[in-house]
C-alpha cells in the first residue's frame, strides 16, 4: 500500500482491533471460549495481515488454504470454507491494487479467459443444479481475476524472492510428505491420484530446476535429495497421470536448456527408484512381479493401459452428444439423482459431478461446443507458449529466466490433465496453483528472442541478477 495511508491506516487497525476485543470481552465473553469462533477471528487475523503486505504474503497464503483444505490434516473442515473467503479478498484487493499501476496491461489470453467465464455462466442457466454450477462459475471468475491481478503483483519485480520462495515451499512439502508416507503412513493427499498430481506437476519439474540453477554444492546436495524423494513419492503413488506429467516436466527442462546428461541421468535414477518401490512398497492389489506390469498396467493387463479411463470417456462421450450445444452446467453433470438432495454449501456434492477421466473432456461436457471454444482457446494459448519458450530455451540457455521453470510445471500440468478432472475444477488446489502460474507466465515469456538472449558466458554464477541472470520481458 502507498506509505501516505499507512500512518493513517495502521493506527485505525489497532484500535478497531483493541475496541473489538474490549467488546467481546465485556458483552460477549463466550466467543472468546468458543474455538469455532476464536479460530474464525484467527483466520481473519492472518488474512488481514497477508492482505497488508499483498504483494509477499497473499500468494502463500493462498496455496497454503487450498491446499490445506484438500488434505486429510486437523481444521480441513474450516479451510474448506475459509478457502473462498480467502479467494473474494484475494481477486477484489488485488484487482484494485493492480489497477492503481499505470503500467498495468491485458492480452489475448485475457480476454479468453473473461470469455470463458462468461461461458460458463450461460452454461449454469441450463444446469440441473443451477445454484451449483452458478457458484462453481463464479468461483472461476474470481479465481481468473486473482491470476490476471494478485498473482501478477506476487511476481512483478521480485522474481528471484518469488521463485526462491517456491523452490523452499516444494522442498518442505516433499519432505513432509515423505515423513507422512514412508514413515507414519498417513495418506495426508487421501488417495493416490493426489499424491502423484502434486509430485508430478509441481514438486518434480521445479526441483529439477532447482538443481540446476543450485548455486553450491551444499544447496545443490539437498535440492537433489529433495528431488529423489519427490520422484520416490510420485512412483509410489503408482499414478500413471502424475508421472506423465512429471516426465513432460523434466523433459521441458532437460531438452529445452540442452541438459542430455541431466537427463539420462534422472532417467537412471528413475529407473531405480521404480525398482526400489515395487520392491519395499508394492501395490496391495498387484498380482504381476514386473516392474512393467506395475507401473503401465497396475496389475490389469487384460483392461489394457487405458482400461480405467475408457468407460468415464465413453459415459462423458455420450453425455456430450445428450447436451451437445451448452452442455449440462459448468462444474456439474447430468445424473438421474435428485437435484434437491445435495446440502454442502462450500463442497461439490456427489450428485451433481463424476468422473470424466479428462479435463478436457469434462469441461467439453460442462459448457457444450458453444461454450467449449473459449476454454479451448486459453488451453492453447498455454501450449504455443510453453512450445514457444521451449524453443527460446535451446537457443540462448538461459536457465536462470523466470519463464522456464512456468513452462515446466504448466506443460506437466497439460499432460497430466489430460487423464483427470481438475484443471477447472476451482476449489482444487492445483488448479489454483497451475492457472495462478498460467497468467504469470504470460508476463514473463521473452518477447524477442534477439533484445534478451543472454549468452551462457554472461550468466552470473549465482543466477539471480537485477535483469541479467533474470531475463524479463518486453513490455
Given at each position: 500500500m502507498d506509505e501516505r495511508y499507512t500512518k493513517l491506516i495502521l493506527p485505525i487497525t489497532l484500535l478497531s482491533c483493541c475496541l473489538l476485543a474490549v467488546y467481546l470481552a465485556i458483552f460477549r465473553p463466550g466467543y472468546l471460549s468458543s474455538a469455532r469462533y476464536l479460530g474464525t477471528l484467527i483466520f481473519l487475523q492472518i488474512t488481514a495481515a497477508a492482505i497488508w503486505n499483498y504483494r509477499q504474503r497473499f500468494f502463500v497464503l493462498?496455496?497454503?488454504?487450498?491446499?490445506?483444505?484438500?488434505?486429510?490434516?486437523?481444521?480441513?473442515?474450516?479451510?474448506?470454507?475459509?478457502?473462498?473467503?480467502?479467494?473474494?479478498?484475494?481477486?477484489?484487493?488485488?484487482?484494485?491494487?493492480?489497477?492503481?499501476?499505470?503500467?498495468?496491461?491485458?492480452?489475448?489470453?485475457?480476454?479468453?479467459?473473461?470469455?470463458?467465464?462468461?461461458?460458463?455462466?450461460?452454461?449454469?442457466?441450463?444446469?440441473?443444479?443451477?445454484?451449483?454450477?452458478?457458484?462453481?462459475?463464479?468461483?472461476?471468475?474470481?479465481?481468473?481475476?486473482?491470476?490476471?491481478?494478485?498473482?501478477?503483483?506476487?511476481?512483478?519485480?521480485?522474481?528471484?524472492?518469488?521463485?526462491?520462495?517456491?523452490?523452499?515451499?516444494?522442498?518442505?512439502?516433499?519432505?513432509?510428505?515423505?515423513?507422512?508416507?514412508?514413515?507414519?503412513?498417513?495418506?495426508?493427499?487421501?488417495?493416490?491420484?493426489?499424491?502423484?498430481?502434486?509430485?508430478?506437476?509441481?514438486?518434480?519439474?521445479?526441483?529439477?530446476?532447482?538443481?540446476?540453477?543450485?548455486?553450491?554444492?551444499?544447496?545443490?546436495?539437498?535440492?537433489?535429495?529433495?528431488?529423489?524423494?519427490?520422484?520416490?513419492?510420485?512412483?509410489?503413488?503408482?499414478?500413471?497421470?502424475?508421472?506423465?506429467?512429471?516426465?513432460?516436466?523434466?523433459?521441458?527442462?532437460?531438452?529445452?536448456?540442452?541438459?542430455?546428461?541431466?537427463?539420462?541421468?534422472?532417467?537412471?535414477?528413475?529407473?531405480?527408484?521404480?525398482?526400489?518401490?515395487?520392491?519395499?512398497?508394492?501395490?496391495?492389489?498387484?498380482?504381476?512381479?514386473?516392474?512393467?506390469?506395475?507401473?503401465?498396467?497396475?496389475?490389469?493387463?487384460?483392461?489394457?493401459?487405458?482400461?480405467?479411463?475408457?468407460?468415464a470417456w465413453q459415459r462423458t462421450s455420450e453425455s456430450i452428444q445428450e447436451h451437445p450445444w451448452f452442455g449440462t452446467g459448468f462444474g456439474t453433470s447430468f445424473t438421474h439423482d435428485d437435484p434437491t438432495a445435495h446440502t454442502l454449501a462450500f463442497e461439490s456434492a456427489d450428485e451433481a459431478t463424476r468422473e470424466h477421466g479428462s479435463s478436457y473432456l469434462a469441461i467439453a461436457e460442462w459448457v457444450g461446443l458453444l461454450g467449449v471454444l473459449p476454454f479451448f482457446t486459453l488451453i492453447a494459448l498455454v501450449g504455443f507458449e510453453v512450445i514457444r519458450v521451449m524453443g527460446w530455451m535451446r537457443s540462448v540457455g538461459n536457465a536462470y529466466a523466470p519463464a522456464v521453470p512456468i513452462a515446466a510445471v504448466l506443460a506437466a500440468g497439460l499432460a497430466h490433465a489430460a487423464f483427470e478432472d481438475w484443471l477447472f475444477a476451482v476449489g482444487y488446489y492445483l488448479c489454483v496453483f497451475f492457472w495462478s502460474f498460467a497468467f504469470v507466465f504470460m508476463d514473463v515469456i521473452p518477447r524477442t528472442a534477439p533484445s534478451l538472449a543472454v549468452s551462457r558466458a554472461s550468466q552470473p554464477s549465482g543466477g539471480w541478477s537485477n535483469g541479467v541472470g533474470v531475463v524479463l520481458p518486453q513490455r
Open positions: 493462498m496455496v497454503v488454504v487450498f491446499l490445506w483444505a484438500g488434505m486429510a490434516l486437523p481444521l480441513r473442515e474450516a479451510w474448506v470454507s475459509g478457502r473462498w473467503f480467502v479467494l473474494l479478498a484475494g481477486a477484489l484487493v488485488g484487482f484494485v491494487i493492480y489497477m492503481k499501476d499505470r503500467d498495468h496491461h491485458f492480452r489475448l489470453f485475457h480476454l479468453a479467459a473473461s470469455l470463458c467465464v462468461l461461458a460458463a455462466m450461460v452454461s449454469a442457466m441450463v444446469s440441473a443444479y443451477p445454484e451449483q454450477a452458478i457458484l462453481k462459475a463464479l468461483s472461476l471468475m474470481l479465481l481468473f481475476l486473482y491470476g490476471a491481478a494478485g498473482a501478477r503483483l506476487a511476481l512483478m519485480g521480485r522474481e528471484a524472492r518469488f521463485f526462491s520462495g517456491v523452490l523452499l515451499g516444494c522442498e518442505i512439502l516433499v519432505y513432509i510428505s515423505a515423513i507422512s508416507y514412508f514413515i507414519f503412513h498417513l495418506q495426508i493427499f487421501g488417495n493416490p491420484n493426489s499424491l502423484g498430481a502434486v509430485m508430478g506437476v509441481a514438486a518434480v519439474p521445479f526441483l529439477l530446476w532447482g538443481v540446476i540453477i543450485s548455486e553450491g554444492e551444499r544447496q545443490q546436495r539437498r535440492r537433489t535429495f529433495a528431488l529423489v524423494l519427490s520422484v520416490l513419492l510420485l512412483l509410489s503413488s503408482y499414478a500413471r497421470a502424475g508421472i506423465v506429467g512429471g516426465v513432460v516436466g523434466c523433459l521441458v527442462l532437460c531438452i529445452g536448456l540442452r541438459r542430455y546428461r541431466l537427463l539420462i541421468k534422472g532417467l537412471g535414477v528413475a529407473l531405480l527408484s521404480a525398482v526400489l518401490v515395487v520392491g519395499l512398497a508394492p501395490m496391495q492389489e498387484e498380482q504381476a512381479e514386473s516392474v512393467t506390469s506395475s507401473f503401465l498396467y497396475k496389475g490389469h493387463r487384460d483392461e489394457g493401459v487405458l482400461g480405467s479411463r475408457i468407460t
